[in-house]
């Protein structure tokens, strides 16, 4: 009996202590971003006693989520990851809550920049992503062609490789929305054109944007048929498969390219930084944030584990699980150095790397922007067409938000 | 004097709060928010869409879609249900193959067909190359004047079986008596079909093709894992359009008056439609 007693007594306080733990409820990418979050917090809730709730959501639905749960005030979620272009839309109208102290000096700048709004921190940087130029070098080396550091260069190089080994000398995604104008951004930014002007009228009509567009279709004509419609899986199957020689694309795949089992060319993938036309070439930022809602039910333990999750030892753990980290000095720590080859390119990529123009409105713009150039890479439409309607598209939204 | 209540009031209400709650409820929601904006009452967001160039397109390509999808579903249907029910042995098994697209769910069935049409690496292209075609120029999905063909194609493969298995049980409902008189008659088969099979299937084929038809108004899912609408605005639908401008532009009330305008027009198609099947 007295046994009896003891045994329901310790269930008994062992529900209570579990019916009183916090739950910490996080928003995260459904993919290799959000799996290493995912297993961080349940490292930190393991240690805080904190129960953990994690929502995956694909990336197609997590911005819709999050907005709505910013915008209704509901408290879902105590922690956010985000992509940078969401930070303006989600930051505005007070959905935030700035951050509690400012982040050290270790974070890379451009991955700091895109977490302030009006002064103010309101996220920290969790995933260090920028682009990437990826080539063959065994097929440079084969035909004694020098490094893509040139846009002009890689379409000769792509000419020369296309026609010596049967394949396609690049490949590119030009799907509608964010695929085609993520490819478009780097060739836009190395002509020297801009989506806008100084004054934050659309300049998409510049010669230099038209030329970029040009260029962009001279090198569909060396990319495989399709590729109007292609996203990012589309562009790393031709490199993995060895069907194509270049592309840009984001470090999430590099490790794709050195491993035996998914790819037929391991190891033959070099990763250099963007090519340059008139302007240095530069890659568009695309990094990952944590943020806390202003209506987070536990803001504190919340900010806890954001300030954990981003400090050097978890951003190496993170690194070790595939992602590539926001801290210089995890960049240049020599184990992961010996670990990551591509770590110095993509140190310096990230660097000097640009973000996409900051407006709450980016969402819809980058929608026009990318069906005008999906509509100009599958024929429909003459790059000068593809521009101006993009511009004038642009200009309305921009109006309209007035 | 109390007024009785009548009992079958008492039996529908559950009902009714069930209708009101998921329905009407979000019905004159829906209106109130295409009506307004943070300033107040508006009509801008109805004035908008006949200036929406390309809520026009979408428009046109969901009619395009709808009428090209709804006349070769009922074509190969109708085709398949004659040709099983003239089946002497096997029906069953016949019948329960061709069921099996349609028991696949939209998302999966598109993720499978994407695959299938991938230019390079698709079994599609994979097999013409192997019969000695070119397939260079066959991008399907991804090609201008293609994509539309290839979204269709994968509608008409998911539920054609849909129309079979309506079309099917309709055919099985005709008594044999006007078969027999048209036969005894020395009616042959077409002359029978058209005279006889068909008036008597009207009914269904008009419930087929109100279903399947407020179904296609609506496509999303689909061209969503195909296309997102694309190469351009290729395959963009008004229901894509929708779902973009509410949750990627947070822009509500222009996404509700989409909607508001979207189901006035499958509401007039099917009372048309319904009010056929009721005269027949």
Known sequence: ?402 | MTRRVPPGLIWVAPAMVVLAALSIYPLLYLVKVSISDARGFTLAHYARLFQDRLFMVAAGQTLLYALAALALEFFFGLALALLVDSLAHGRALVRVSLLAPMLLPPVVAAVIWRLIYNPEFGVLNGMLRQLGFHTQSLTWTSGRNSAMLSVILVDVWQWTPFMFLLLTAGLQAIPSEPLEAARVDGAGYWRTLRDVVLPLLKPTILLALLLRSMDLLRIFDQIFILTQGGPGSATETVSLYIYRTAFRFSNFGYAAAMSFVGLVITTLAARSLMRLIKTS
């Not at chain 1, 579990?18 to 910490?24: A, F, M, N, Q, V």
């Not at chain 1, 917090?41 to 805080?48: K, P, S, V, Y």
Request: aromatic share 10%; charged share 20%; with cysteine.
């Open chain 1, 1 to 402: 009996m007295r046994v009896l007693l003891s045994v329901a007594l310790a269930l008994l306080m062992g529900c209570s202590r579990s019916g009183s733990k916090k739950t910490l409820t996080i928003a995260v990418n459904a993919g290799v971003e959000g799996s290493a979050l995912k297993a961080a917090a349940h490292e930190w809730g393991e240690l805080r006693d904190t129960r953990i709730e994690v929502v995956e959501l694909p990336y197609a639905n997590l911005f819709e989520k999050e907005s709505l749960d910013l915008e209704s005030r509901t408290g879902a979620y105590d922690v956010i990851m985000m992509d940078d272009p969401w930070f303006p839309k989600l930051a505005a109208d007070s959905g935030l809550t700035p951050l509690p102290r400012p982040p050290d000096a270790d974070f890379l700048g451009s991955t700091l920049a895109v977490c302030r709004d009006a002064g103010t921190f309101y996220a920290l940087p969790y995933v260090g992503n920028s682009q990437l130029f990826f080539y063959r070098k065994d097929l440079f080396e084969k035909y004694k062609l020098s490094a893509p550091g040139q846009w002009k260069k890689v379409l000769e190089a792509a000419r020369t490789i296309g026609a010596g080994e049967k394949m396609y000398g690049y490949v590119m995604r030009a799907a509608p929305g964010n695929s085609a104008v993520t490819d478009f951004m780097p060739l836009l930014w190395a002509f020297g054109g801009d989506i806008f002007d100084p004054q934050g009228k659309p300049s998409l009509t510049s010669p230099e944007a038209i030329e970029a567009l040009r260029f962009m279709l001279e090198l569909g004509k060396v990319s495989p048929p399709g590729y109007a419609g292609f996203n990012a899986d589309e562009v790393s199957a031709h490199l993995l498969q060895g069907t194509a020689a270049m592309s840009i694309n984001w470090p999430a795949w590099i490790a794709a390219m050195d491993d035996p089992l998914k790819s037929k060319i391991p190891g033959k993938i070099e990763f250099a930084q963007m090519p340059s036309a008139r302007l240095p070439g530069v890659a568009e930022l695309g990094s990952w944030l944590l943020a806390v809602p202003a209506a987070s039910p536990h803001r504190d333990a919340a900010f806890d584990f954001i300030y954990w999750a981003t400090d050097a030892p978890q951003l190496t753990e993170a690194a070790l699980r595939g992602n590539p980290p926001t801290r210089r000095s995890v960049f240049l720590a020599p184990d992961l150095l010996k670990k990551f080859r591509a770590f110095p390119a993509q140190l310096a990529a990230l660097e000097g790397a640009r973000p996409r123009p900051r407006t709450k409105q980016w969402n819809e713009i980058e929608n026009a922007f990318g069906v005008a150039l999906s509509q100009a890479n599958s024929g429909a439409i003459s790059p000068e067409a593809a521009m101006q309607q993009a511009n004038n598209e642009i200009a309305a939204i921009l109006e309209r938000s007035k």
